[in-house]
């Protein structure tokens, strides 16, 4: 299994910016098999929902509502995932998960971490 750690979550101003990072530990192994980085966010009320992701290959994809503002970036040898967030919104309000998926003989797994409050609010 792959844990997760996350920080840097907080309150913000409307068009401020915020940076969250993921830290991931666990075996060689475990740490081997992930080929996916990601965050995903839930605001109350509603459904989680896919922020960004980043395969081990580098490609990326965003969230419709967050391009041009958020970027995620990897750092391998710290097994860390970013998530640069500018000009934030009060919509951008919620739970932000960071998530892992991994790949081993036979299945996939996602892993979570323990989630991260953002608040965008003057």
């Known amino acids: 299994q792959v844990q997760l750690v996350e920080s840097g979550g907080g309150l913000v101003q409307p068009g401020g910016s915020l940076r969250l990072s993921c830290a991931a530990s666990?075996?060689?192994?475990?740490?081997?098999?992930?080929?996916?980085m990601g965050w995903y966010r839930q605001a109350p009320g509603k459904q989680r929902e896919l922020v960004a992701r980043m395969t081990s290959g580098g490609t990326t994809m965003y969230a419709d509502s967050v391009k041009g503002r958020f970027s995620i970036s990897r750092d391998n040898a710290k097994n860390l995932v970013l998530l640069q967030m500018n000009s934030l919104k009060p919509e951008d309000t919620a739970v932000y998960y960071c998530?892992?998926?991994?790949?081993?003989?036979?299945?996939?797994?996602?892993?979570w971490g323990q989630g991260t409050q953002v608040t965008v609010s003057s």
């Open positions: 998530n892992v998926q991994s790949a081993v003989p036979g299945r996939t797994y996602d892993s």
């Open positions: 666990g075996s060689i192994a475990s740490i081997a098999s992930i080929y996916a």
